[in-house]
């Protein structure tokens, strides 16, 4: 499709900024879309913010979710959230079970099911990483209530 087409289909509309590295990207988005069942379209864009990307893929999806992808990170947004409160963000770059993640995550918003979580780095949330906190909260109650037992 050209850039200012229209999505005629159902489908998560996938807007991209053409840039070096978005094959993968949008290969390893693609992938978790489809492994979920949820077809999707991609669309080449001029706008380099992922953001607004996200935000024009998911007012022009007939599902209302769109993903954003440029050099500078991915977005999903919905398209009954204001413009400026994406879902998901991810600035940067990331890696291929980022990127995936990104699609499971929005193909999952479509069909109302709980979203993948990763294991995002608290700097590039800017948020402590609470599966990590939890996790190492468990491990040292386990190692001490084996500690008590044993002694």
Not at 18 to 37: N, P, T, V, Y
Not at 90 to 103: A, P
Not at 133 to 143: G, M, N, S
Request: net charge neutral.
């Amino acid at each position: 499709m050209q850039a200012g087409q229209t999505v005629t289909k159902p489908s998560i509309t996938l807007c991209v900024h053409i840039h070096e590295g978005c094959e993968q990207k949008l290969r390893e988005i693609q992938a978790g879309i489809e492994e979920e069942g949820v077809p999707c379209t991609v669309l080449p864009e001029t706008e380099p913010d992922c953001i607004a990307l996200a935000c024009k893929g998911a007012s022009l999806s007939q599902l209302g979710v769109g993903i954003g992808i440029s050099s500078s990170g991915l977005c999903i947004h919905h398209h009954k959230l204001p413009a400026n409160e994406p879902l998901f963000v991810l600035q940067g770059t990331g890696n291929g079970s980022e990127w995936r993640r990104f699609g499971y995550n929005a193909a999952r918003l479509i069909k109302g099911i709980p979203f993948k979580n990763g294991d995002p780095s608290p700097a590039a949330t800017g948020e402590p990483d609470l599966t990590r906190v939890v996790r190492e909260i468990v491990l040292k109650i386990l190692k001490e209530t084996a500690q008590t037992m044993g002694r």
